[in-house]
């Protein structure tokens, strides 16, 4: 059954990759959901085997290699956590196939973005079935391949190729830090297998380890360079401006991707690799401190986008820190939890804004939307559930998830507890206003897109009507005027447009939105019942009275289990405080947005520095612009022009052949056709050799 949920996917990716020219977009489309759709019946069955007893297996494969010491075999590791995340990535890839078929349907090249999905989805499955570290990888660096490939699909487009890269180079430093750790723990412990290596740990609670010229804690140093890695991953602070642009990508791209498999890669190797943390504390301060700094920063930041995909893009990474912070307390199964029902509202969201931009005719600048209510009320009616599940409305399965992890970082002890527990409550004020702010800017107030729905949504095509854009954009967004001092592209917008995808070219776009087709539909009702009852179905299980029977040996016990129990006994302010929040938010942005629609330009208008400091993501992008791109540009190019060019080609292979050259053309020159030439030079010649002669002296005779 395990070779079937893992595999099925991989032969689908190769039947539409390699034959999907002869079998046609269709059949393509047919194959790959239908092996996806395969899988997830398979997964759910094996969640519920599973975690009755919470029993784990290991399922052997192959043997992969053996190099000295290092003997790696390519096996499954079966358990609860396995269970969890097989559910999650093959329900979600599934319905993202589904969605795709409508989405994707005017797209020539549909049985390459088929194949991209299915081999990103065994890439992700290999990663949470792997049963060593070197298996992990594999997947880890697979996932990170296939979100390349989907992120630059549209490769006509500059800005697609751009962020595929960008996504690419930024997951690569994380990784060289994932890397190392692997390292470090085989120099450890003699073995990349997780049981072995849990069985080795607690034997290196205190042993050091001598780099760069300090000794380190052993297990401190191996669990910070393996977080690095999950920092990349999962887009936390300092390592998280790959995301954003990652939406450069088809929409059902982005689903999959900050839904349910490579974001959430980095918060499942640390779940997995617990027993590893639990033995550094300094570590799991580290992710504590980072997950709430992510959870906070990331929320102010999605204040203010006005691209309705970069608006929930920034929400999953603050979420994914709302994550980190439930692991890094030692309440790693909230921390899990919080995965499972994000994957479920979070690709409601994003499929929710594809219908919406699909009804939009590919229209992303939520300033350009408004009063869609009336002409898209299903799509509006799922992007409530999503949202109200987001902000973790009573009840819904984001209720149950992130207030655990709220509690759990102010009942724990460790060190950044309180820092990590004021991020999440304030995140949590700021998530229900962004969430709300999207919705209201979206599907209520004034119709801002009559004016130019006639003309498409090229952006030359409706270079004509930018004043009237600009002109309700601020009147709904608050973008402060020119006169302000806020950066504008050359189309009179802000300096943060909303991107148009790249089949999104009509040049005559029906005037009225539409709803979308049932095979995109059917997909967001699905997960709407899970964003809406998932967390009531599970909780117990996940966090509650069964939590014991249902994990098993899959998360640590002792201090983790402790708080979790101690979440019980939070203070009632506290169990309270994340209601109050999204409330307040709620309160917020309705006043701002429906009623005094005048509030957010005005306040735009007085905090210009501000404006444009979240506009502009904390300027993370241009501060690693300065310090990192342009030096490496400037010095890779001094390294082509003088170090290659001069230096090496100079003297080397360029040089060589110059010199030939003019010698040659030396000789040449002697080569003249004329006889009394040659007849001068062997005069010459035998002047010489006479001259020799003479001056050596005679074989045989005196000198």
């Not at 052997?60 to 590791?77: I, M, S, Y």
């Not at 760069?212 to 393996?226: I, R």
């Not at 990474?317 to 919080?338: D, E, K, N, R």
Request: hydrophobic share 50%; proline share 4%; aromatic share 14%.
């Amino acid at each position: 059954m395990y070779h079937a949920i893992v595999f099925f996917p991989l032969i689908g990716a190769l039947i539409a990759g390699l034959f999907g020219r002869f079998i046609g977009a269709r059949m393509s489309e047919l194959v790959t959901t239908g092996c996806l759709a395969f899988a997830a019946l398979l997964s759910w069955g094996a969640f519920f085997l599973v975690t009755g007893d919470g029993r784990a297996e290991t399922v052997p494969v192959a043997q992969w290699f053996t190099a000295g010491d290092l003997v790696v075999d390519w096996a499954f590791k079966v358990d609860t956590l396995t269970a969890v995340m097989l559910v999650v990535v093959t329900s979600v890839s599934t319905l993202v196939h589904l969605y795709s078929i409508g989405y994707m349907h005017e797209d020539p090249h549909r049985p390459r973005f088929f194949a991209y999905l299915s081999l990103f989805t065994f890439a992700m499955l290999m990663l949470v079935t792997a049963d060593n570290l070197v298996q992990m990888f594999f997947g880890w660096e697979g996932v990170g391949l296939a979100s390349y490939l989907l992120i630059g699909f549209w490769y006509e487009k500059p800005s697609a190729n751009a962020a595929a890269m960008k996504a690419f180079i930024v997951n690569r430093v994380g990784d060289f830090g994932f890397s190392l750790g692997i390292f470090l723990v085989f120099v450890l412990t003699g073995s990349v297998g997780f049981d072995a290596i849990f069985a080795k740990a607690p034997e290196l609670k205190d042993a050091t380890f001598h780099f760069l010229g300090h000794d380190w804690h052993a297990l401190t140093l191996a669990c910070l360079l393996l977080f690095m890695g999950a920092m990349g991953k999962s887009a936390q602070f300092l390592l998280h401006t790959w995301l954003p642009d990652a939406m450069e990508g088809p929409t059902p791209v982005s689903a999959l991707i900050h839904a349910a498999t490579m974001v959430t890669a980095g918060v499942f190797m640390v779940a997995r690799l617990s027993p590893l943390f639990e033995l550094a504390p300094t570590a799991l301060t580290v992710v504590t401190v980072i997950g709430g700094i992510t959870a906070f920063f990331a929320a102010t930041v999605g204040l203010v986008q006005n691209d309705i995909k970069r608006v929930i893009a920034y929400s999953t990474c603050s979420q994914l820190g709302y994550m980190f912070v439930g692991l890094g307390v030692g309440a790693y199964a909230t921390g899990v939890f919080h995965l499972f029902t994000h994957a479920f509202f979070k690709a409601l969201l994003f499929l929710g804004a594809g219908s919406v931009i699909h009804a939009m005719h590919h229209e992303q600048d939520m300033r350009n939307m408004g009063g869609l209510r009336r002409y898209i009320p299903f799509t509006t009616a799922m992007m409530t559930i999503g949202t109200i599940a987001l902000i973790g409305f009573p009840f819904t399965s984001g209720y149950y998830s992130k207030d655990a992890i709220i509690e759990a970082a102010y009942m724990s002890d460790r060190p950044g507890h309180v820092l990590a527990f004021l991020a999440t409550v304030i995140a949590a004020l700021m998530t229900s206003f962004y969430s709300w702010r999207l919705f209201f800017l979206t599907f209520e107030g004034p119709q801002r897109w009559v004016a130019h729905g006639a003309h498409g949504h090229d952006d030359h095509a409706h270079a004509a009507h930018d004043h009237v854009h600009a002109a309700t954009a601020h009147e709904a967004d608050g973008a402060p005027g020119h006169h302000e001092g806020v950066a504008h592209d050359d189309h009179g917008h802000d300096v943060e447009p909303a991107s148009h995808s790249a089949v999104e070219h009509h040049d005559h776009a029906p005037l009225t939105p539409h709803e979308s087709p049932l095979v995109m539909t059917i997909p967001l009702a699905i997960l709407a019942f899970g964003a809406l009852f998932a967390g009531l179905i599970f909780k117990e299980r996940f966090i509650g009275h069964d939590m014991d029977k249902f994990w098993g040996n899959a998360l640590p016990h002792g201090s983790g289990n402790d708080i979790m129990h101690k979440i019980h006994d939070a203070p009632g302010w506290v169990a309270a405080s994340p209601f109050v929040m999204l409330v307040l938010g709620f309160l917020l942005a309705f006043w701002m947005y429906l009623r005094r629609p005048d509030l957010p330009h005005r306040l735009a208008e007085s905090q210009p520095i501000l404006y444009r400091f979240l506009l502009n993501k904390w300027y993370f992008d241009e501060i690693y612009d300065r310090i990192f791109v342009r030096p490496a540009k400037n010095f890779g190019l001094f390294l082509w022009k003088e170090g290659d060019g001069r230096v090496i080609d100079g003297l080397g292979p360029d040089g060589i052949s110059a010199r030939v050259v003019d010698i040659t053309r030396g000789v040449v020159r002697l080569q003249t056709g004329y006889v009394y030439h040659y007849a001068f030079v062997m005069l010459v010649g035998v002047a010489g050799l006479i001259t020799w002669y003479l001056v050596s002296g005679v074989p045989g005779g005196t000198h």
